[in-house]
Structures are given as C-alpha cells and as structure tokens.
C-alpha cells in the first residue's frame, strides 16, 4: 500500500498521544478549503509503502505512541483494515480521520477493534453539505449512518467542523448540532488558508463568531470546544 506522506512526530493529531501522522492519496469530496489537496488532485507522490512505515515505526518504539491516518480519505482504500492491524500488531495506537462517506468499511474497522480514536468531519447542514464537499450532490445516508457507528459504539471518537466565513452561518450549527445530539464531543476549527487550498476567496470566522457558533451546537453536544481560536 502506498503512502502519500508522513509527519515524524506530533503531539497535536491524536489526543493525548505522541504519534506520527500518516497521509493516503485520493478522496471522493473536493472541499474548497482542503489543506491537502495535492493528496485529493493526484499530485502528491508516493514517499513509502506499507512495509517501510512498519520498518519505521519499529525503530521509533521509544519515542512514540500512536500512529495517525489521514488523508485524502483514507476510508477510499480497501487495504486500510489490513494496514491498521499491521500498525496495532508493531504495538502502536492507531486514529483514523475520516469523512464518513464510507460507513461499510468503517464499520468494518470499528467491529474489528482496529481504531483507538476516530475523528469525523461534519461538513455543514444537510442542505449546504454537497456545497461545502465542491460536490453536486451528497448522500446523507452515509454520512448520518457513519456518525450512528460512532454514536452507539465503544470506540472513543470526536466530530469536527472546519468553520469557514463564506460557508457557514449561525442557522448551520443549529441543524448540525441536532445531527449529532448527544454525541460524545464536538470540536469546531477555524479555517486557515495555505498554499495548497485549491479556492483562494475563503476565510475565516471572526473570534467572535467561532464563540457563537460554540455557544449554538453546546445546546446540542454539552462537550463542545473550539481549536484554532485563542
């Protein structure tokens, strides 16, 4: 299995945990705002297989914990489950990223107990999904099925909305909120732009906005916190 790039070491990816973060290519969503879209695009060329992140993770045992897979969506590949069990067999704690368009292998991992930690993105309210993924349409299904998996499962998981100006407005994280009443925690980020964003007219919320709409989806998920915002 190839991947598309690897952060040694960081304390910021998966909570409470030391780990690398692991990047796969490819992804069925072309969000605006992605930070990775040379991942998305093709671009972004192979930097190691599956076996050389192994070799790699065996000669860093001292100093890390955990492993984190991102992407792209990592979901896309069908060697995902096969590459995790790899990475829990070297003695590591493994968190996924995901967007939750693929339910069925999702399920598959978190039946399998592959998944320390799961970080779902909830894009935006239903209506405004499609928009906020640069797609025609989204199939909701999907995504309201992925966020049940979590929701009635064992394994420790967060959602997340990168919160963009032009995308997202207080009516936004009223139906967001009750999409995911009850859930366990709920992080909003703030958008910042980089190089690699492919739509260069986005921006981000105001402080004070970020507190408002934190203010809104608490009424829903009482464990709701804001990243990115001082």
Not at 61 to 67: F, I, S, Y
Not at 93 to 106: A, F, I, M, Q, S
């Amino acid at each position: 299995m190839k991947l598309h790039g690897i952060q040694k070491m960081t304390l910021l990816d998966f909570p409470g945990v030391v780990s690398c973060t692991v990047f796969l290519g490819g992804c069925d969503f072309r969000c605006p705002f992605c930070h990775n879209f040379e991942l998305v695009d093709g671009t972004a060329q192979p930097v190691m297989d599956d076996s050389e992140l192994i070799a790699f993770l065996e000669s860093r045992k001292a100093l890390l914990d955990g492993v984190a897979i991102t992407g792209g969506e990592p979901c896309l590949h069908r060697e995902l489950p096969q590459l995790m069990e790899r990475i829990r067999s070297a003695g590591y704690k493994v968190k996924l990223d995901t967007n939750g368009y693929h339910p069925e292998r999702l399920k598959e991992i978190l039946d399998a107990g592959l998944a320390d930690y799961v970080a779902m993105d909830i894009k935006n309210s239903p209506e405004k999904y499609a928009l906020t993924c640069g797609l025609e349409t989204v199939d909701m299904e999907k995504i309201t099925e992925s966020i049940a998996l979590l929701m009635n499962g064992s394994t420790d998981y967060e959602f997340r909305t990168t919160v963009i100006h032009e995308l997202h407005e207080a009516a936004d994280f009223e139906k967001m909120g009750a999409m995911i009443q009850g859930a366990k925690r709920y992080f909003l980020q703030r958008f910042t732009d980089r190089d690699t964003v492919p739509y260069g007219n986005l921006s981000a919320p105001s402080f004070d906005e970020m507190r408002q709409y934190a203010k809104i989806a608490c009424q829903f998920v009482t464990d709701t916190q804001l990243r990115g915002v001082e």
